[in-house]
């Protein structure tokens, strides 16, 4: 097919699809209406159990096996990013070259790194009461680490980030999700009930287990981030195909 | 509340100058692009600002402070690609007029308190990180990449001796 | 007053978007992806979805572009290492104009 055909063909079919939409759009009920069972239904058992952020409630106490999935999801992200960007015969590693950066950049990543450290948590340990969460607090500190790397140099960001601990700290959030969901069997409820105490709505410990999960979604984000850009940086800043590899097939053996 | 719809029409003045910004970041140069970009972070907090005080959610300026802590590592991310920062006089301009235009109001309107020193906080970081980015330095040559030095003992042993 | 801050979100979302797809080179169109992130970020505010919100702008901040960044420079590096090594037998060499397919390794000077 030539491409002026191939073009054809689309505009045809996107025409199609542009009718139908607009169509469905026209008998879409309007947007904002008063009737919401579910919201009804969810901000009701969120706040049964003081958790202010009912995004959070839904997330952590309502449908927390879902959560579960989707932490794995990243999990195995980051296993297979490590099995694909990992080092291979016919590869070498090389010093990074040294970065020139202005000194007003530097001291901007040194002074910052502390400040985005601590707003990250805070997003992580407020995220029963406000907006944010595990989730989103895990990446702000895993991008906060990095801060390092582009505002000074890789060499700096490798001192602070022994990747073996992080690793672990990876694991180990994912395990503190599943074990805090065994506890709850454990105390005679369900996988991931909501068993700790709910304390008083809109205060640090409201929401139970809400509390504990948001602190291992936190981490074992945290952590998955900081080991998957050390991935991609390593194979773009260190690693190099030794000279008279064409490819990565040698025989070799060892590493 | 009559109030909001102040505060909504103030964040809506940012918004509409994205307009423009845009029209930098789709076409040009990566330099003009990167400064462009620089730019819409700047005026993006500008607009979670006040529309956290518009849609009277003071949680809201969570999302501020999120933006404010990383978009100067966003900025620096292209700039460490592209081989240094391009110096950005409008970025610097924005900063210094719009921080205390758009802070300075919400303060008083939070009166004292944890969310007015919230705001402080956020005007100083977006403050700080705009001017640093804006401040521009020397093209360096290469993008990051391996020296071509073999690493100090340590590093691979499989491939040390060919 | 809403509606029209929406509106005027739902318009650079839609702006930046079709722009991303018409920048082919990856570097440009990481810095034009940055800016549908804000995009993004604004219109999730509008609509009162600070959560969405703020998962979009951690990530699209600086993990994403740092990830495209590196990977960028990797390839372009080893296309041209691979253009001048001895048994090579491709003959796309490192230099392309603006690449019509998805080709990530081509640059666009």
């Known amino acids: 097919m030539t491409r002026q055909s191939r073009l054809w063909f689309f505009l045809a079919a996107a025409t199609v699809v542009a009718v139908l939409l607009v169509a469905a759009f026209l008998a879409l009920p309007h947007f904002g209406g008063g009737f919401h069972p579910y919201g009804d239904r969810s901000v009701r058992a969120a706040l049964a159990h003081r958790t202010a952020n009912a995004v959070a409630a839904v997330n952590f106490d309502q449908r927390a096996l879902d959560t579960l999935g989707e932490e794995t999801i990243l999990f195995a992200a980051v296993l297979g990013a490590v099995v694909l960007l990992r080092q291979i015969p016919g590869e070498r590693q090389e010093a990074p070259r040294p970065a020139q950066v202005p000194a007003a950049v530097r001291r901007l990543g040194v002074l910052l790194l502390p400040v985005a450290l601590l707003v990250g948590m805070y997003v992580v340990a407020h995220g029963q009461v406000t907006p944010g969460g595990g989730f989103q607090g895990g990446i702000v500190v895993a991008t906060a680490l990095h801060l390092l790397y582009v505002a000074v140099d890789y060499r700096a960001l490798e001192r602070i980030r022994p990747l073996a601990l992080y690793e672990v700290g990876d694991v180990a959030g994912e395990a503190a999700y599943i074990v805090t969901g065994i506890a709850a069997m454990l105390a005679g409820s369900a996988f991931l009930a909501n068993v700790l105490p709910w304390g008083t709505l809109g205060t640090l410990t409201s929401g139970g287990t809400v509390v504990v999960l948001n602190a291992a979604v936190g981490m074992e984000v945290a952590c998955g981030v900081v080991v998957l850009l ?17 490819a990565a097939t040698q025989g070799r053996t060892g590493k | 509340m009559r109030a909001s719809e102040g505060w909504l029409v103030a964040a809506a003045v940012p918004l509409l100058c994205l307009l423009p910004v845009l029209w930098y970041v789709v076409r040009g140069e990566p330099r003009t692009r990167l400064v462009a970009q620089n730019l819409a972070q700047l005026l993006a907090a500008f607009v979670l600002l006040l529309s956290a005080q518009g849609f009277n959610r003071p949680t809201y300026l969570d999302l501020a402070l999120v933006l404010a802590v990383l978009a100067p590592a966003g900025t620096l991310v292209y700039a460490r690609f592209l081989g240094g920062l391009p110096p950005a006089r409008i970025v610097r301009w924005t900063a210094l007029a719009g921080v205390p235009a758009a802070v300075v109001p919400l303060c008083v309107a939070a009166g004292p308190g944890r969310q007015t020193v919230k705001l402080l906080v956020i005007g100083a970081l977006l403050l700080a990180g705009a001017l640093v980015t804006s401040a521009g330095s020397q093209p360096v040559t290469e993008p990051d990449a391996p020296s071509g030095a073999p690493e100090p003992p340590g590093g691979d042993e499989a491939a040390a001796r060919d | 007053m809403t509606d029209v801050l929406i509106a005027v979100a739902l318009f650079l979302v839609a702006a930046t978007a079709t722009a991303a797809v018409l920048n082919r080179e990856p570097l440009r169109q990481a810095l034009v992806l940055s ?75």
């Not at chain 3, 901040?61 to 290492?81: D, E, F, N, Q, Y």
């Open chain 3, 35 to 109: 800016f549908l992130g804000l995009a993004l970020t604004l219109l999730f505010t509008f609509v009162q979805a600070p959560d969405v919100a703020l998962s979009q702008l951690a990530v699209g901040s600086a993990v994403t572009p740092l990830m495209i960044v590196l990977t960028v420079g990797k390839v372009r590096r080893g296309s041209t290492s691979r253009e001048h090594s001895i048994d090579d037998d491709d003959d796309d060499g490192g230099e392309g104009d603006v690449g019509d397919a998805g080709d990530a390794g081509e640059e666009a000077r």
């Open chain 1, 230 to 246: 050390a991935m991609f940086l390593d194979q773009a800043v260190r690693i190099e195909e030794s000279p008279g590899n064409s």
